[in-house]
Nanobody
Framework: VQLQASGGGLVQAGGSLRLSCAASGRTFSSYVMGWFRQAPGKEREFVAAINWSGGSTYYSGSVKGRFTISRDNAKNTVYLQMNSLKPEDTAVYYC??????????????????WGQGTQVTVSS
């Protein structure tokens, strides 16, 4: 599976952005999809994940209520709608895919495939 993230940019605090991640391959609909981010000088952190059907979603505490993950299996694409953006959301955002979540959840970094990242910058 090859992943291509897009949609990043510069936005003012309080604004919105929608990230997209297009996947190649016919098995996209079978994968758990996740979004991670990495700010300068910090470790990569989990943002959100969604199961194969879109029926289950998972969020980090720092974005819950502001970000929404969704997917369109017909288009082989997963989205991250980001609202009420804060300067601390500034990071490179990566999409990732895995076959299934562990017994402990989907928020670890044990994903099989990663996209190249898209920069999100939130100005104050």
């Amino acid at each position: 599976v090859q992943l291509q993230a897009s949609g990043g940019g510069l936005v003012q605090a309080g604004g919105s952005l929608r990230l997209s991640c297009a996947a190649s391959g016919r098995t996209f609909s079978s994968y758990v999809m996740g979004w991670f981010r990495q700010a300068p000088g910090k470790e990569r952190e989990f943002v959100a994940a969604i199961n194969w059907s879109g029926g289950s979603t998972y969020y980090s505490g720092s974005v819950k209520g502001r970000f929404t993950i969704s997917r369109d299996n017909a288009k082989n694409t997963v989205y991250l709608q980001m609202n009420s953006l804060k300067p601390e959301d500034t990071a490179v955002y990566y999409c990732a895919a895995r076959s299934y979540c562990s017994a402990y959840g989907c928020d670890d970094a044990e994903y099989d495939y990663w996209g190249q990242g898209t920069q999100v910058t939130v100005s104050s």
